[in-house]
Structures are given as structure tokens and as C-alpha cells.
Nanobody, 115 residues
Framework: QVQIVESGGGLVQPGGSLRLSCAAS????????AGWYRQAPPNKREWVAG???????NYKDSVKGRFTISRDHAKNTVYLQMNSLKFEDTAVYYC?????????WGQGIQVTVSS
């Protein structure tokens, strides 16, 4: 059974940092592309960052230079380091693992940026 579990969210002040973790079980995560999405109601879920199996990373323009995606194949885990957080980064963050035929989603974790 595949499980995708995010952790590391919470409440942080503007300008602060958080690191999200996403651990996969039941799959060999290194064979999947990985990424992060977020959703802040009433907005649609939006893509934030992604990393290929080869380690190539891409970012939504609004998070470039502030967020860093990384992965640890040995731990079957992908991370999202978020620095210089802004109010507008408040959302539920979801991680995914995806190959050509299947996408696995985590359950989501809340990140709240507030003073």
C-alpha cells in the first residue's frame, strides 16, 4: 500500500522559515518525479516546485529564490525548504510523486504565515 505523508508545517511569522518533508512508502520514490502544490481557498490548487528523478528543479516564479526542493533517495523523502515566508504563502501544501502513468498525493499539511 502506498502512503505519502507530509510533515513540518505550522505557524510562522513573515520572514521566517519552515521545512516540509514528504515521506513515501510502498514505492521507490527515486523512480518518480516529485513536487509540491498548494491550495489556499478559494483558489485552485497550484504547482509550487518540482524535481525530476535526475535532480533537475523548477519553481513557480513567486517562490524562486525563497523555496528549495530537494530529495533524499535513501530516505524515500522529498523536502521543501521555505525561507522568507510571506503572508501569501499561507496554504495547505501537498506533495506528489509522479511517473508517466500514476500520481500519488499526500494528504496535505497546513502552513500559516501570520504575525
Amino acid at each position: 500500500q502506498v502512503q505519502i505523508v507530509e510533515s513540518g508545517g505550522g505557524l510562522v511569522q513573515p520572514g521566517g522559515s519552515l521545512r516540509l518533508s514528504c515521506a513515501a512508502s510502498g514505492i521507490v520514490a527515486s523512480t518518480y518525479g516529485a513536487g509540491w502544490y498548494r491550495q489556499a481557498p478559494p483558489n485552485k490548487r497550484e504547482w509550487v516546485a518540482g524535481m525530476t528523478t535526475g535532480g533537475s528543479a523548477n519553481y513557480k516564479d513567486s517562490v524562486k529564490g525563497r523555496f528549495t526542493i530537494s530529495r533524499d533517495h535513501a530516505k524515500n523523502t522529498v523536502y521543501l525548504q521555505m525561507n522568507s515566508l510571506k503572508f501569501e504563502d499561507t496554504a495547505v501544501y501537498y506533495c506528489i510523486f509522479q511517473d508517466y502513468s500514476t500520481t500519488y498525493w499526500g494528504q496535505g499539511i497546513q502552513v500559516t504565515v501570520s504575525s
